[in-house]
T-cell receptor, first 117, second 111 residues
Framework: GAVVSQHPSWVICKSGTSVKIECRSL??????MFWYRQFPKQSLMLMAT?????????EQGVEKDKFLINHASLTLSTLTVTSAHPEDSSFYIC?????????????FGSGTRLTVV | DQQVKQNSPSLSVQEGRISILNCDYT??????FLWYKKYPAEGPTFLIS?????DKNEDGRFTVFLNKSAKHLSLHIVPSQPGDSAVYFC??????????FGTGTSLTVIP
């Protein structure tokens, strides 16, 4: 089946530094990838929709200059948290969408636990 | 505005019995639904999906039921096993766009 590799699975960084998270579709091409964020005991919330070769579409309230998304190829999207602060500590998950012939298929990455100290 | 709601934050079930997790949605344009489970500090594990052209989909111990008129989705796990203990999320999508997630139901299966 379709596999999405998300890396790293966890990262600890100092306040003020930047962290890059990769989301890679291993055996299919994903023209669209979604980035979600989950706070403790809350639902996943969509941050942005990433389309290959174009600018990401950010949800309301998400700072596009802080959360940089790049989708340069059909198999890779990256999320860079710039100038990280402790309030950015969260669980980040990507999801890749592909056309399965009769409908869309969605595959989730394994998530990245970011802790900013 | 929460378009997908899971009104039960937790559920406890005896091993071997049926677990029923419920989900309600408000957007009639949703045409694709899925359930996944999540362990702490891990990504979600896809369980089962259903499109709006169906009202039931079964995969092993997991069955998802869709009632479009009531905008209600449910997941049945039979028989429940201790390893099923996790947080279960339902999610809905419209026309291939992003998913909207419920807030989750924590299932505990008691041995």
């Amino acid at each position: 089946g379709a596999v999405v590799s998300q890396h790293p699975s966890w990262v600890i960084c100092k306040s003020g530094t930047s962290v890059k998270i990769e989301c890679r579709s291993l055996d299919f091409q994903a023209t669209t990838m979604f980035w979600y964020r989950q706070f403790p005991k809350q639902s996943l919330m969509l941050m942005a929709t990433s389309n290959e070769g174009s600018k990401a579409t950010y949800e309301q309230g998400v700072e596009k200059d802080k959360f940089l998304i790049n989708h340069a190829s059909l198999t890779l999207s990256t999320l860079t948290v710039t100038s990280a602060h402790p309030e950015d500590s969260s669980f980040y998950i990507c999801s890749a969408r592909d056309w399965a012939g009769v409908g869309y298929g969605y595959t989730f990455g394994s998530g990245t636990r970011l802790t900013v100290v | 505005d929460q378009q997908v709601k899971q009104n039960s934050p937790s559920l406890s079930v005896q091993e071997g019995r049926i677990s029923i997790l419920n989900c309600d949605y408000t957007n009639s344009m949703f045409d694709y639904f899925l359930w996944y489970k999540k362990y702490p500090a891990e990504g979600p594990t896809f369980l089962i999906s259903i499109s709006s052209i169906k009202d039931k989909n079964e995969d092993g111990r997991f069955t998802v039921f869709l009632n479009k008129s009531a905008k209600h989705l449910s997941l049945h796990i039979v028989p429940s096993q201790p390893g099923d203990s996790a947080v279960y999320f339902c999610a809905a999508s419209a026309a291939g766009n992003q998913f909207y997630f419920g807030t989750g139901t924590s299932l505990t299966v008691i041995p």
